[in-house]
């Protein structure tokens, strides 16, 4: 199986930075698009970063020029640099993978179990 863990997160002043990590492991052959997505109480999952396996980078337009999405290939990571963090950052942020299994030719979608970002005002 594969697993993905999010870390990182806690509660932050506004104006504060963060460093989202997470770490996939498992029986992995390959990983292709990563994402980062949030969750705020009350409101649907939205989509915040997505870096593609050769380092392709697209944002939503309220995190650009604040977040930056990276990959670690060699160690199957992905991070979420944060800054200028304001309260409607405040969320629950999951990380997403497209990752190929040793044991299959299918790709599959899995999803980490979040990891909470507070901003105080």
């Known amino acids: 199986q594969v697993q993905l863990v999010e870390s990182g997160g806690g509660l932050v002043q506004a104006g504060g930075s963060l460093r989202l990590s997470c770490a996939a492991s498992g029986n992995i052959f390959s990983i292709s698009s990563m994402r980062w997505y949030r969750q705020a109480p009350g409101k649907d999952r939205e989509l915040v970063a997505t870096i593609t396996s050769d380092g392709t980078t697209t944002y939503a337009d309220s995190v650009k020029g604040r977040f930056t999405i990276a990959r670690d290939n060699a160690k199957n990571a992905l991070y979420l640099q944060i800054s200028s963090l304001e309260p409607d950052d405040t969320a629950v942020y999951y990380c997403?993978?497209?990752?190929?299994?040793?044991?299959?030719?299918?790709?599959?979608?899995?999803w980490g179990q979040g990891t909470q970002v507070t901003v105080s005002s």
């Open positions: 997403h993978a497209n990752v190929r299994r040793t044991d299959s030719q299918v790709w599959y979608s899995y």
